[in-house]
T-cell receptor
Framework: KQEVTQIPAALSVPEGENLVLNCSFTDSAIYNLQWFRQDPGKGLTSLLLIQSSQREQTSGRLNASLDKSSGRSTLYIAASQPGDSATYLC??????????????FGTGTRLKVLA | GAGVSQTPSNKVTEKGKYVELRCDPISGHTALYWYRQSLGQGPEFLIY????????DSGLPNDRFFAVRPEGSVSTLKIQRTERGDSAMYLC???????????????FGEGSRLTVL
């Protein structure tokens, strides 16, 4: 059974720091991995999608890497800003049966960037 | 529509009542997912539709929960005889099928916050 773990559970950093969020998964047979941002009381906003054949994806100050064989992904945030404060979640997409897929989520890392 | 739309955004009900939560996915997305999220937790899978049919309903916690998607677009999650433990954020997401650019990317709505008193 796939398990997705995110470390740390919470993180508080001063503005301007570069930081790394970690996501690990136990079953490497995944189709893709997606990083999301969630603000309090809101839905999830997609940040980056990495297909299983890719090693990394970049969007602005965000860079996500994927090492499928070791079951790990990292989300790198450069020059953090107070507006980056949110919960960051990763999810892996797995093939379940013919034509069906399941997304399995970690519990998230709660980030606070201090001004 | 431009994004996934969920209504109502907030629903307060009394224990034992019936509740319906609606999800309107991104136009053209054939895959639709329902998730439930409790405070401080990641989203927990409930049910997945491919077109009109429920391809995987293994996450529905019990027979009080049911979901439909009769025309392959809008979906309704139905909860009968609500209990206090059903209080959570209910999230809907849709995804394009393979071959339609950004294949497998999941797009979420803003959620429906259910509170059972």
């Amino acid at each position: 059974k796939q398990e997705v773990t995110q470390i740390p559970a919470a993180l508080s950093v001063p503005e301007g720091e570069n930081l790394v969020l970690n996501c690990s998964f136990t079953d490497s047979a995944i189709y893709n991995l997606q990083w999301f941002r969630q603000d309090p009381g809101k839905g999830l906003t997609s940040l980056l999608l990495i297909q299983s054949s890719q090693r990394e994806q970049t969007s602005g100050r965000l860079n996500a890497s994927l090492d499928k064989s070791s079951g790990r992904s990292t989300l790198y945030i450069a020059a953090s800003q107070p507006g980056d404060s949110a919960t960051y979640l990763c999810a892996v997409r797995q093939f379940v049966t013919s034509g069906t897929y399941k997304y399995i989520f970690g519990t998230g890392t709660r980030l606070k960037v201090l001004a | 529509g431009a994004g996934v739309s969920q209504t109502p955004s907030n629903k307060v009900t009394e224990k034992g009542k019936y509740v319906e939560l609606r999800c309107d996915p991104i136009s053209g997305h054939t895959a639709l997912y329902w998730y439930r999220q409790s405070l401080g937790q990641g989203p927990e899978f409930l049910i997945y539709f491919q077109g009109t049919g429920a391809a995987d309903d293994s996450g529905l916690p019990n027979d009080r929960f049911f979901a439909v998607r009769p025309e392959g677009s809008v979906s309704t999650l139905k909860i009968q005889r609500t209990e206090r433990g059903d209080s959570a954020m209910y999230l809907c997401a849709s995804s394009p099928i393979l071959g339609q650019g950004a294949a497998g990317e999941l797009f979420f709505g803003e959620g429906s916050r259910l509170t059972v008193l």
